[in-house]
């Protein structure tokens, strides 16, 4: 007798989130979908990297100290790990409300605005919300169907709405919000080091070597040292300058979108009610506050289906509607013949034994 296996197949959240996002090692890395700008800044750090260590790291190692490549590593290495962290992390996304409460929702806003005669344009769908004494406005987000709590925003490029929503950074492949704000800022922090880490001795590099051989000739045999100045020069003004801009922002708790959007220093010049008025405090929130877990549940386990259960196709529920022809059973013996599974009322009635020959003469 043949057993049919039932297989269950199990599917992850992860699997079904909508918005722009990939998804690797079973949900536990989300970027956004456009990476090839993150892959170009990979490309970037470890090129020159390997040429410092390569070449330049050897020569000063032996003509000035030892611990020139070991701080170099270090700084290499927080610079990859911070990276890596704040690309392969989940930002902050906020769930998109299920049907039943995205009809809710409707519901509520439709009690409270009323009904909208036609032709006119409905209010804006916000609601009002006290922060320090302070009127702080929710806005409905049209595509999550949520009202949007404080300090989010929905982020075109991965299509979510994102809780402290900083930007949308191509040079990590994510979005920069209220999960992994500290460690891009560590990042870009770093990586500022050690952009002048490398430039600096690359620089020393080449002065220790016009000594011996000429300027000129120092170019002519070293060209990967040419290279990593180049690159580092021209990265030198962007990544410390924005180094600066961010650590303004972590001065006065605030993020890049309220600052391009000059929600706190606009006409009405409000006051930012997430600021506590002290550098320190500001910093401490910003970068040393308690990490909130991801709301998400990338990897949680939606309601199995089974693979096994399916329809029959129109073939086998053909087949299944035929009469089907008895097996033949000549080759059986005794022991291997089926049973009569017949009950008695089916059975046909025995016929009478015929008389034998003397009992018809005795007769006569």
Request: include cysteine; charge should be neutral; hydrophobic fraction near 40%.
């Amino acid at each position: 007798m043949s057993v049919m296996v039932v297989r269950k197949k199990v599917t992850r959240k992860w699997e079904k989130l909508p918005g722009r996002n990939t998804f690797c090692c079973d949900g536990r890395v989300m970027m956004a979908r456009q990476k090839g700008i993150f892959y170009l800044t990979l490309f970037l750090i470890l090129g020159t990297c390997t040429l410092f260590f390569a070449f330049e790291c050897r020569y000063l190692a032996v003509q000035l100290s030892p611990a020139i490549p070991v701080f170099a590593a270090m700084l290499f290495l927080f610079s990859m790990a911070t990276l890596l962290r704040t690309s392969f992390s989940d930002p902050g996304v906020i769930p998109r409300a299920l049907p039943d409460e995205a009809a809710f929702i409707e519901m509520e806003i439709e009690a409270t605005n009323g009904a909208v005669p036609q032709g006119q344009r409905p209010p804006p769908r916000i609601k009002n919300f006290q922060i320090n004494n302070q009127i702080v406005k929710l806005k409905y987000c049209y595509t999550c169907k949520i009202f949007r709590p404080p300090r989010a925003s929905h982020c075109s490029i991965c299509d979510n709405c994102v809780e402290r929503f900083d930007h949308h950074c191509p040079w990590v492949g994510n979005c920069v919000g209220k999960r992994n704000y500290r460690y891009f800022y560590l990042f870009i922090l770093s990586l500022s080091l050690l952009t002048i880490y490398v430039f600096a001795f690359n620089i020393v590099y080449v002065a220790l070597k016009s000594l011996k051989i000429g300027f000129l000739e120092t170019l002519k045999e070293t060209p990967g040292t040419v290279l990593e100045v180049l690159i580092c020069f021209f990265t030198l003004w962007s990544v410390v300058g924005l180094t600066g801009f961010h650590t303004f922002l972590v001065a006065l708790n605030q993020t890049t979108n309220e600052d391009i959007k000059g929600s706190w220093t606009g006409k009405n010049r409000v006051q930012n009610p997430y600021s506590h008025g002290n550098i320190v405090k500001n910093c401490c929130e910003v970068l040393c506050g308690p990490l909130p877990p991801s709301v998400l549940d990338r990897r949680g386990i939606l309601p199995l289906e089974e693979s096994g259960s399916r329809p029959p196709s129109t073939q086998e529920a053909s087949t299944s509607l035929l009469p089907q022809s008895p097996a033949p059973t000549d080759h059986l013996s005794s022991d291997e013949m089926p049973e009569d599974t017949s009950t008695p009322e089916e059975m046909p009635p025995p016929e009478p034994p015929e008389p034998s020959q003397e009992a018809t003469e005795a007769e006569k």
